[in-house]
């Protein structure tokens, strides 16, 4: 089953623009992750946020988490054609052992 | 490059039959992950491997096994192929150690398996 719900589920915007994706999710986790994935190929690690850490940057990316509101954001500055793809989370839940949840996706299109 | 390599690149089969897909983790790692994501959806989570022994399982019948050998690689093989089993198969290598199975997942290309 799928714990994380991604909103929205598609994002066009143009080329400069900032891109915001959010996540939800239900139960208590380890850490958040986003991962992107061109055209249904291999997904690649962007970023993780630890359950008690609240924001991180990386380049262009930067990742909230919210606790108690069980849900995440992922903001792409200054975005480029290049940063088209799909965009997930993926929970570390506490007592999943071995597993991370996905979401369902944004599908990001970033036009030039 | 993420150093995990999976083939075939494409695959069909007919309902019934039986599959094996093939995925060479990166050096090092010692956990490989399986996942099985169909069109327009996210992966999900078939099984995980540490050591050569299972390590967790998604809710997947018995007829999807694994196996992960010394050298880094893995295979997931389905048995009785039903035309649902068509997808986009995924495995993704990451540790080493217990403690880093979930922190970083380094994804193949995946094998996308279509069911006639």
């Known amino acids: 089953s799928q714990q994380g719900e991604e909103d929205p589920q598609a994002l066009s915007i143009q080329e400069g623009e900032n891109a915001t994706m959010n996540c939800s999710y239900k139960?208590?986790?380890?850490?958040l992750q986003w991962y992107r994935q061109n055209s249904g190929r291999g997904l690649v690690h962007l970023i993780l946020?630890?359950?008690?850490?609240r924001e991180k940057h990386s380049g262009r990316l930067r990742v909230t988490l919210d606790t108690s509101k069980k849900s995440s954001s992922l903001l792409i500055t200054a975005s480029r054609a290049a940063d088209t793809a799909s965009y997930f989370c993926?929970?570390?839940?506490?007592?999943?052992?071995?597993?991370?949840?996905f979401g369902e996706g944004t599908q990001l299109t970033v036009n030039p | 490059e993420t150093g995990v390599t999976q083939s075939p690149t494409h695959l069909i089969k007919t309902r019934g039959q039986q599959v094996t897909l093939r995925c060479s983790s990166q050096?090092?790692?010692?956990?490989v992950s399986w996942y099985q994501q169909a069109l327009g959806q996210g992966p999900q989570f078939i099984f995980q491997?540490?050591?050569?022994?299972?390590?967790g399982r998604g809710n997947f019948p018995p007829r999807f096994s694994g196996l992960q050998f010394p050298n880094y690689s893995s295979e997931l093989n389905v048995n009785a192929l039903e035309l649902d089993d068509s997808a986009l198969y995924l495995c993704?290598?990451?540790?080493?150690?217990?403690?880093?199975?979930?922190?970083?997942?380094?994804f193949g290309s995946g094998t996308q398996l279509s069911v006639l």
């Open positions: 050096s090092g790692h010692n956990t």
């Open positions: 946020i630890r359950s008690n850490e």
């Open positions: 993704a290598s990451s540790g080493p150690g217990p403690q880093a199975t979930n922190e970083k997942l380094f």
């Open positions: 139960t208590s986790i380890n850490n």
């Open positions: 491997y540490y050591r050569e022994e299972e390590n």
């Open positions: 993926a929970t570390d839940e506490e007592t999943s052992g071995s597993r991370l949840t």
